[in-house]
């Protein structure tokens, strides 16, 4: 940790209770020098430090930015790794990058911009900068769990941080989007990294981009298309520190409970896909149908025209809600 980043991190655990320079000194080892230049450094950021004289040092406010220091006092487990960057092209090719150098149980990055985020199906995923809130998570792949099972279980994630920390309400597009009154706000990609060797997958790679605050330099094409967890005439209730650390302590206890399939459920209620006319392209033919449940192991049942049953393991589909296609 650099100075700053102990100082801030000392101030956050004392949120709310006057530090002296003293303590900070004694507790950090580090010079009353060193704390006031740190200090400065944090008040020039945006963190509001009420600074009295005789008394010490009060932190009042947290402004809303992606904080390695804060994001990781908000874990429930420590990763080996936590990185927070201000642009990288994607995420996920950092996570991949990452990988590759070395052996990664638990890894986690961040970044204020994606230049080059992308969805499922090469899709681009439109990440402008402070906006959004744009992630990857490393998992070492002990549980010997596939990529629709992580998918699954990170829409549900998402979902229960947002209930936990907000009024709001999503819901689940089959399999990987999370919509709010009608537009997504949130996409997932979960990508396998294979063991040569074995033939096996490695380490799994869960990249999740939410849409937190509206931005004014959205693409036309996608205007009628995403939402935001907030507008623009909104006061955000949360930090994005806080929906970060949120959704990764769900999916934390989520993934180590795969086996229990209870996530399955969670997901089943909030998926607004069941009993709705779906249509989608298997092996380059047109099928329509009704989507009918989630089994247990995340597949779309859908009950063609014909009466026939389907289920989808990967795939895209489309969705009629009244003349609105989604």
């Not at 052996?103 to 990440?127: C, P, W």
């Not at 009154?181 to 096996?200: A, M, R, S």
């Amino acid at each position: 940790m650099t100075t700053r980043e102990k100082v801030l991190d000392y101030l956050i655990q004392h949120k709310g209770i006057v530090v002296s320079g003293q303590e900070l000194a004694d507790q950090l080892s580090i010079s009353r020098t060193s704390i006031w230049k740190a200090i400065k450094a944090l008040q020039i950021e945006g963190y509001q430090i009420e600074a009295t004289t005789n008394k010490g040092y009060l932190l009042t406010y947290e402004p809303d930015i992606l904080s390695k220091t804060v994001l990781y006092s908000l874990l429930n487990e420590k990763p080996e790794i936590l990185e927070v960057h201000s642009q990288v092209g994607s995420t996920n090719d950092e996570a991949k990058k990452l990988i590759n150098e070395k052996s990664v149980n638990k890894g986690i990055l961040l970044a204020e911009e994606q230049t080059k985020g992308r969805g499922r199906l090469g899709r681009q995923f439109y990440s402008p900068s402070q906006t959004g809130l744009y992630m990857s998570l490393i998992y070492k792949n002990n549980q010997q769990a596939d990529a629709a099972s992580i998918t699954t279980a990170a829409a549900v994630a998402v979902c229960k941080a947002i209930e936990t920390l907000t009024h709001n309400q999503p819901a689940i597009k089959w399999v990987n989007d999370i919509f709010l009154d009608g537009h997504k706000i949130c996409g997932i990609l979960t990508e396998g990294v294979i063991n040569f060797e074995t033939g096996t997958i490695d380490s799994i790679i869960v990249g999740i981009g939410i849409n937190v605050k509206e931005s004014n330099t959205v693409p036309k094409e996608f205007r009628s298309i995403i939402g935001s967890l907030y507008s623009n005439e909104e006061t955000a209730s949360i930090t994005r520190n806080q929906l970060a650390a949120e959704i990764i302590n769900q999916l934390d206890y989520i993934y180590q409970n795969l086996d229990s399939i209870d996530y399955l459920e969670e997901y089943r209620k909030r998926c607004f896909v069941l009993g709705q006319p779906v249509s989608f392209t298997d092996k380059q033919q047109d099928m329509h149908g009704v989507a009918r449940s989630i089994d247990d192991e995340g597949g779309l049942v859908v009950e063609l025209d014909d009466g026939e049953m389907k289920t989808l393991r990967y795939g895209e589909i489309s969705i009629r809600l009244g003349s609105k296609e989604k």
